[in-house]
């Protein structure tokens, strides 16, 4: 039998969380353990910036993409006609 989505987040020792809205923040939070310095990171993030967990141990990532990926991965400018 497959796990359900509680248990997977439990075995899972890195997580990655990107920006969350403020009224998300509550369920994200006690869905993943976050701590509340944790939670109040995430409505900070920018673009491409990720919170990892590792264990128990947090950081803040800034991904890096080079000009081939970002071309092929830029929702954004795609979203803005490339404005």
Not at 20 to 34: C, P, V
């Amino acid at each position: 039998m497959g796990q359900n989505p509680a248990e997977l987040l439990a075995n899972a020792e890195t997580r990655i969380i990107y920006r969350q809205e403020a009224d998300q923040l509550g369920s994200t939070g006690t869905a993943l353990g976050l701590t509340g310095t944790e939670q109040a990171l995430l409505p900070g993030l920018g673009t491409g910036q990720g919170l990892w967990r590792i264990k128990d141990r947090s950081f803040v990532v800034q991904h890096q993409l080079h000009p081939a990926e970002l071309a092929l991965f830029d929702t954004t400018s795609r979203m803005t006609g490339g404005v």
